[in-house]
């Protein structure tokens, strides 16, 4: 056993996604040494490859800190990860023989709510490839909306896509107005007929989808009315998953994600009056998250170093 | 080289699907003389179990015929089956060492459209697990709308199963209103939770999501207005659907698959008037299209048996 010195303790902070896996150190005043960004780390998705980005990540901040690859050792990791919810791959991430002294697993959401803001209580819309409110208040989570697509994450990057890829079918039989929309998205697609249409698109992944939300919301913004009431139906969810939230009394409610600055004009003008700029990135948070187990798992007490960390992971 | 007689052909009309494959063996009277039904028959997912069903399909039809198993040798196929339009699976199907004495194959859209017809000019709207129109008038082939689940097929069993369940999983997150849609389709999926939800059919096939189109038809007919508002705008699209067919100016139209009975009653009245009733099932529209084929083909002139039957794919 060796007891932590708060003054010498470094964190990382480590945000996994869908697409890349985002990690940043700093010291015990939250200053920033280095950050660095790896492949996916989704554990949805597989662990092998969540690992391997988380490990990576750190490895990439550690040299961007200027510090010698022994210190990862030394961390202590905050690492939030979408799915941990879920208790099959919690169980199999705390299982890991992670690098680090300590590593602290929570849920991309609630790490994401940690860094808006900055390590206090609130609430967040994250709206990207899909969509989720999410609301942490006197100690206590609330999950609402995602399930995932296609039957969940209204408002979202890939459900106005699925929505623009129904139009676009729809008009090229004839069956819907015909509108820019349209065009724009039959270039967008490379298409011209409904068969390259499903060929470029059709039971692609989320993503795949979610890279039509802007085509979609710059044709709504040019004043589409077929894109325009995609982009309102959309919109009109994300506001009552505001309301919803807003219910729950968060000191403060910010919007974030790849879609956020897209999609906040078109919510509804009480709940914009209700947004609070994030404060900081969800790898702050995830650095938050591991400040704040470890305060509260220590007080004080001198902790368990990295062999038997384990025990604290439940 | 045998000459075929005329009076002594046999033909089968074979129609695959996703779930089954229904075989029927007819003389030259068309009479039938057996059925037999096999597992799934669909190219797309997967030639092994395509042919293995289409083969014991016929061997049922000959047992129930009460034929002995080498007639098989004998038999004229039509073969009716999904994606079959796809150069690809067109392809693998025709280079099937198969046992007929010849085989012809066409989609199962324009199997199904010369069943209800009888052989003659027609327009089909088909509306089961998917949904799709299809009209055959003056040698030419039209199909509007399909495209496939999650992104087209509106109207279908597996649209309205999935529209249920966005509407399920908003409703429980308190975003949508409570209606007996709800309370039944959450007895019908054994769930109490948005997870648990998730967990029953997230992510599910088509066919799973078309289980739920009978309970939410039954919820409309008893009135509950979210219910009757999905399958209103699923009727809504068929109407339309059949409108394009019209235009084309079919003979006859008639609306087939699983959930026509129960999809009529909210159709445009207009499209009503319209429908007329399917005249034979999709297997006969099979052995018409092997008929015609044939005889296209032959003109009277001695017609190449099995071993040269492959030169007439094309």
Redesign the interface.
Known sequence: MVALRDRDILFIGIDGGGSKCRASIVDADNRLLGSGVAGPANPLHGYAQTIDSIARSAALALADARLSPEILGELVAGVGLAGVNMPRLYNEMASWAHPFRKMYLTTDQHSACLGAHRGGDGAVIIAGTGSVGYSWVNGKSTL??G??F???D?GSGAWMG?EA??YL??AL???AEDSGLKGELLEVLESRT?NEV?EK???KSSSHYARLAVPVIECAEAGDPVAAAIVRDGAA?IS??AD?LLELKPPRLSMIGGLAPRLRPWLAPHVLDHLSEPLDAPEYGCVYFAQQSLAKEAGGIPVAKKADSKALYG
Chains 1, 2 share one sequence.
Do not use: Q
Request: a positive charge.
């Open positions: 609402i909306g399930h995932g296609p039957h969940g209204k699925m890829v129904k079918l729809m039989d004839g069956l409904a499903f698109i059709g039971g969810y009552d998953l919803k």
